[in-house]
């Protein structure tokens, strides 16, 4: 390990690790976000997340891989072999994609140890590739016990993240898994990094088809920018589909509000077509709500009250009103008239001023219409039979002062007489 320590801060820039751990948390938080949206998904569309996640997590070790690379100074000329250098990436993204699969079931301590060992191999698989990729006037050779040590650094760690990932009821279970699959990649790196033993050879490396230094950087900035285009549409895909959870949940609070109140509620588009009808409709109207949707109000209405509401709405579509309280007679199924008393309310989008139809609440009056008609009969009977009998009546509002003659009492006095205050003197004596 000592050497693994040495290898890191001698044989390596100061700005190697930084970067090498940043990239590496980006890319891996990126990568479990993306597997998310693999568990939610069918078909098609799980295949591109599993991609996307994959190539996330796979392309993010290899570039943590040759930025250290590109920061590693063992004293003599670097060159890569792009064949090899290629190979190493791909290692990196199929193994990636292989342990995402198994992810979602990383909750079960077994399949967390399997994906970890996919995950493993693939981290040093790409590693030695890496490695084997260099051309430079030495010969390699591993020391096994700092490989073996490398190789169960990520095992452990990554079974560790994987636990703490399938288990997404804890708070930041996804950034604290990535920052342990950081660690375990960055520690097989310089943990394999000590393990290389370089003899010095004399013969000089075949660099034919070697891969440019510029080139090499380019493309994992290159790499850097796709991972930020996922990690940039995941987050988009986590705000539309919360919000579209949000949406539906509102909706199901609305439409439960409306299929369970005895009144019926319709909305319609500002042409007036009717586009939602609630359960009511049957119990008030006697009609199924499909049987209503896709018709306008002017349909039912009897005609002598067409023309007051035909006004209300013309005025109430043009803005010229935000609501009214009709009453109206509306047509039943069964061929009969029922009196309805309709609460219109103009509706908008959320933020905007635009109207892009109304609601409408309709309510069964029948009944108080009917009491309302008997208790103008019964008062108009009232009046007939006091203007009618033999005896005067008056009524005085003292509070008010107005004073109330009956037609038999003005006969009676006269009608100056009875129209003079003075016959409430013997009332002031």
């Known amino acids: 390990m000592y050497r693994a320590f040495l290898c890191m801060t001698e044989q390596h820039h100061w700005w190697v690790l930084p970067l090498a751990a940043l990239v590496c948390w980006v890319s891996c938080h990126t990568a479990l976000r993306l597997a998310r949206h693999v568990f939610r998904s069918r078909g098609f569309e799980t295949w591109a997340w599993l991609f996307a996640a994959g190539f996330s997590a796979g392309a993010g070790m290899w570039s943590t891989h040759f930025i250290g690379m590109l920061g590693y100074d063992p004293g003599i000329a670097i060159a890569y072999d792009l064949k090899l250098t290629l190979v190493s990436l791909l290692v990196g993204i199929l193994g990636s994609m292989a342990a995402l699969t198994l992810s979602r079931w990383c909750a079960i301590p077994v399949v967390a140890v399997g994906a970890a060992v996919i995950l493993g191999m693939s981290m040093t698989g790409m590693h030695l590739a890496g490695m084997a990729s260099i051309r430079f006037a030495v010969v390699q050779s591993m020391n096994l016990p700092l490989l073996v040590t490398a190789l169960l650094v990520g095992w452990s760690l990554t079974?560790?993240?994987?636990?703490?990932?399938?288990?997404?009821?804890?708070r930041y279970a996804t950034a604290v898994a990535a920052m342990l699959l950081t660690v375990s990649i960055a520690g097989v790196h310089f943990i394999a990094m000590g393990a290389a033993e370089l003899v010095p050879n004399m013969a000089a490396p075949d660099t034919a088809s070697s891969l440019p230094h510029f080139a090499l950087a380019a493309g994992?900035?290159?790499?850097?920018?796709?991972?930020?285009?996922?990690a940039a549409l995941a987050l988009f895909?986590?705000?539309m589909r919360r919000a579209n959870h949000a949406l539906r949940e509102s909706e199901a609070a609305y439409r439960l509000l409306a299929e369970n109140t005895t009144d019926v509620i319709i909305w319609s588009d500002l042409d007036r077509t009717r586009r939602y009808v609630s359960p009511a409709s049957m119990t008030v109207l006697g009609?199924?709500?499909?049987d209503i949707i896709g018709t306008r109000p002017l349909d039912f209405i009897h005609p002598d009250d067409v023309a007051d509401l035909e006004q209300v709405l013309a005025d109430l579509v043009a803005g010229r009103i935000e609501g009214a309280i009709t009453t109206q007679r509306h047509r039943r199924r069964d061929g009969s008239w029922v009196w309805i008393e309709a609460c219109l309310k103009v509706t908008r989008l959320p933020g905007s001023s635009e109207p892009i139809g109304y609601v409408s609440s309709l309510r069964d009056v029948t009944d108080r219409k009917a009491a309302e008609t008997a208790l103008r009969s019964s008062e108009e009977r009232l009046a007939f039979a006091l203007d009618?009998?033999?005896d005067g009546l008056w009524d005085w509002n003292i509070p008010t002062g107005n004073i109330w003659f009956s037609d038999r009492w003005q006969t009676m006095l006269?009608?100056?007489?009875?129209?003079s205050t003075d016959i409430c003197a013997p009332c002031n004596s």
């Open 287 to 290: 009609y199924r709500p499909e």
């Open 220 to 230: 994992i900035a290159a790499i850097m920018l796709t991972i930020v285009g996922f």
């Open 237 to 239: 895909v986590d705000r």
């Open 159 to 170: 079974a560790i993240a994987f636990v703490i990932f399938a288990r997404d009821t804890l």
């Open 414 to 419: 006269g009608d100056d007489r009875a129209r």
């Open 388 to 390: 009618s009998g033999s």
